[in-house]
């Protein structure tokens, strides 16, 4: 009876010794749906986001699709956080190779109510490859085995220490917090390595179910979850039971930091351009092995050229003027009730062909137009009344609920100013800064690089820049302020281009051509562009690096060119690098995960012309600042006009260090310019709206020592206020310099400053 019972005893033994290694065979084989590759085991395909860094090492923002998700070594984990996680989920970890026996009989006897018996190894496959466990018991059973399976093979292929870094870098914590770095920096505003005892023990009691225990939405519940973490971290002497019950006691101190979205954060429009840039590299650049990187899943890093001080102060300072400036601006055009408002001459023809080409570039066309709508049915839809949400500047979160036709607030939005402002370092060609408008979520179109606007009186500098270079004319040389026509062909005939100073006014006196510049003369530049010719200044300024064509006809000296804000920075920073042309760079070096380098800039560079006549130039727009139309920098006389008090802050600002600057108006005010240069640093701003049509109906509001000097008048006082590293010495003079610039004293008669114009001697440019 005793044999019979032994032998049945090892059939039964054997049978099931023998069906479990059928069922792991079955499992390994596929039997039970696909197990994961050699090659997937050794890679596990885990997606991690791109992150982009400033050049002063703060993280600037991320780009992922699903996964956000930042890689963090075993060795950054404090040790808090691994003994919670081994106290909480697997104190058997470092003991069993993947599949914890005494923990699933254990499972088994008391039907999980001491614990489950899921080690670590099994949670990590289950994320990796084995995905949600199902509802119906079979698939679930069957999930298991292939748990159990992957386990294994993991704990073959990977240290302990790498399956916990594994492990921590792949849960999903929510709110975005992929990964441990993400938990650590959205839930306590640090990172994983500056966690506290009780921050390690919150984090790993929410692996439980990150959806039930949030600590933003159910905090008692976490709390409770926490303190058994504390627990079973003092049970298995991680931890003494006083310090236990004493971190039980404290509230979760949670510092609530959630990840923002492309629309938020610093930097927006620079990081879209980023992303833009970072795609075609991808596609230009594949690995060894011909895969394409992809910027969404690689986690890689990318180092860029912004300061985040100087991009939060450029934020600032554009936003500040950008609000005084939309203020009068919706005062001035309420005035107006042309059946054309907001758009300022032009035919009404003409406004309703703007508003329909709006209409037929919103989202709402595109939509109904996917659905097969017609294009009647769809322009009806645009004066129905709809609850929407738009930009406003007197709200504290730059928005409001409103109800209003789709058609209404196209017009609402073409009402709203626009911006753009761009700072380079001239010697490296380094952006600093990139403001491509005054809120990315609502103007998505970006004014540094999309754009291209006409750029009134800033282009001056390039037809003296050529007089000076080819004919050596000096900054003291000196002609007449008088009417003056340049004979020009215009569809093969020959016709007479005779410009204006601004209001009519010409001195009838030889004035220097430092004077001429600083109070933006356009008789002189006419004269000037004569002598050079066109052809000669439009081949400067694509040396220069502007990409925009740049016709050879004499109107181009008053600036009727479309130019970039991003071109036309980078065109001045020659001046201001001795007449080195720098290529604008914003992206210095790009890292794969794992430290890699796979992309380093290299500054592209070119001579334009000699650091003598670089200087010159300085000289000459370090007079626009000293005793022409930049002359607000330096001195408090707009202190009471009224334009000055309603949309300026922080005037009068007086700064005392040397500055090349240049503004520019366009006609009919449809766009406002400045350049400021110091020895380090070139920025550009422009103001304007979207169509040339919607500006303001006069020079006192809508010139650029109005709309664009402000921003970067409080933009740099900021700057030396935060003790940036801005220069506030003088530009470097060369040795020998062939030119008199000494030319001041000659023209103290001539330099009388028209307080009553209220124009600040800026020009009309046609």
Known sequence: MYKRFLVLFWIVFASGVIGIALIFRTASTGGFGPMPTFDELENPQTNFATHLYTADSLLLGKFYLGDNRTPTDFNQFPKSLVNALIATEDVRFYKHSGIDFRGFFRALVYLGKRGGASTITQQLSRQLFVGVRSRNLKEALQQKIKEWVIAVELERNYTKEEILEMYLNNYDWGYLADGIENAAQIYFNKPPQELAVKESAMLIGMLQNSSLFNPIRRPEMVIKRR?????????YDYLEQREADSLKATPLDVDFNPENSHNEGLATYFRMQVQAWLKDWAANNPRANGESYDIYKDGLKVYTTIDSKLQANAEEASATHLENLQRA??????????????FIQVEKKQAEAIIEQAMRRSERWRILRAEGKTDTVIKASFYVPTEMRVFDWEHEDLERDTVMTPIDSIIYYKKHLRTAMMSIEPQTGHIKAWVGGANYKHFQYDNVIQGARQVGSTFKPFVYAAVIDQLRLSPCDRLPDVPYCVAAMRHGNTESWCPKNSGGKYSGKNVTL???????????????????GPRAVSSLVKRLGVRNEVPSVPSIALGTPDIKLHDLVAAYSAFANQGVYVEPTFITRIEDR???????AVPETHDVFNKEIAYAMISLLKGVTDSGSGIRLRHNWMQDNPVYQEVVTGYPYEFKNPIAGKTGTTQNQSDGWFMGMVPNLVTGVWVGAEDRSVHFDNITYGQGATMALPIWANYM????????GISLEDFEKPAQMPFNLDCLESDDALREIDLEVEADLEEFDF
């Open 227 to 235: 303190n058994i973490v504390l627990d079973q971290m003092a049970k």
């Open 594 to 600: 794992t430290g890699t380098v796979l992309y380093q």
């Open 717 to 724: 006082r900021k700057n030396y206020q935060d003790s940036l």
């Open 329 to 342: 601006f919706f005062r001035l055009s309420a005035q107006d009730t042309s059946e054309t408002a907001p």
């Open 514 to 532: 430092k004077y001429a510049l600083a109070n933006s003369i356009n008789t002189v530049t006419a004269q000037l562009i004569d002598k050079v």
